[in-house]
């Protein structure tokens, strides 16, 4: 017996313990690998995509001479903030601002009403040919806007509305995206709210405002910021559509410090660039936990 015993004790002794915990550190650390690899990419597309921004603000404080120097410079070493005041001075950029805000607006407001409505029906109504009609109409996604522009315009023309302000706005009120972002949130909220509200007698209007529009707060906050910014950048359709400068919005009113044939300070042009991408930027800093929250929705679902 004393024998078997130290046997065992021997071999408990020597035998060394199984290496459980081995896996899991090198899966620690091939995540920490990952993490840092992660960070290192999002670092490298935040620096590709604002380096043309610092670029433009950059640019707008320089003389013209300083503009093309070779190597360039990113920090300019004497700031001409005269270029901002020289924007003022060649084009009437308030009335372009005052214009550009009246489309932005209605068109946001447009299209949030319309998105919002049929992305409801088209995920918590149920009618014949449903997804037929919502196959088709996502397919107009896929048409470019330059190939129907003519029939628009013509459109446009018969309601007597070109060369004015509402000719952009009446033109973009509906959207195949807006009601496409709007249906995929509206299908992820329970529907046995909507049917419990049905079932007390109250109309589908009623389900609407009253249950699902309080709880599409961020997919709504989302699509209003995205059309901000399509639309107060817009210049295709402003382009076509007006003719008299009194009706031009802020991006085509800026063509005009180009000057004749190209031959405007690039430095003044790209000081009324920054003046124009003011708005969205502020917009973002200030709506973009709203905006996270629309494009994050549904993703721990």
Not at 31 to 37: A, D, F, P
Not at 115 to 143: D, H, K, Q, W
Not at 170 to 193: C, I, K
Request: with cysteine; proline share 6%.
């Amino acid at each position: 017996m004393s024998t078997n015993t130290d046997i065992n004790t021997a071999l408990s002794v020597t035998t060394p313990p199984p290496q459980v915990n081995a896996p899991v550190h090198r899966a620690s650390a091939v995540g920490q690998i990952g993490r840092i690899v992660g960070i290192a990419v999002l670092v490298l597309g935040a620096i590709t995509a604002l380096g043309p921004l610092l670029w433009t603000v950059s640019t707008s404080l320089r003389t013209p001479a300083e503009a093309f120097t070779n190597p360039p410079q990113w920090i300019p070493l004497h700031p001409d903030f005269s270029n901002y005041s020289a924007v003022f001075d060649q084009i009437p950029i308030g009335r372009f601002f005052i214009n550009s805000v009246i489309v932005t607006v209605l068109i946001v407001v447009g299209q949030t009403v319309t998105c919002t409505l049929s992305g409801y029906a088209f995920a918590m109504v149920e009618f014949p040919g449903r997804n037929a009609i919502f196959a088709v109409f996502l397919a107009t996604m896929m048409v470019p806007l330059q190939t129907i522009i003519i029939p628009v315009f013509v459109i446009i023309r018969y309601l007597g509305l070109s060369n004015s302000l509402m000719s952009l706005v009446v033109s973009a009120l509906g959207s195949a995206f807006g009601t496409f972002l709007m249906r995929q949130y509206f299908m992820q909220l329970p529907r046995e709210l909507g049917e419990a509200a049905r079932i007390d007698g109250a109309s589908h209007f009623q389900v609407f405002f009253s249950v699902y529009a309080k709880m599409a707060g961020p997919a709504i906050a989302t699509l209003a910021i995205l059309n901000f910014s399509a639309f107060w950048a817009e210049f295709y359709r402003p382009l076509i559509f007006l003719q008299t400068q009194d009706n031009f919005t802020l991006p085509l009113g800026l063509v005009a410090l180009q000057g004749n044939l190209g031959t405007g300070s690039i430095s003044i042009v790209l000081a009324g660039v920054v003046l124009a991408m003011l708005p969205s930027v502020i917009l973002f800093i200030v709506a973009q936990r709203y905006f996270i929250a629309g494009v994050t929705a549904g993703s721990s679902r």
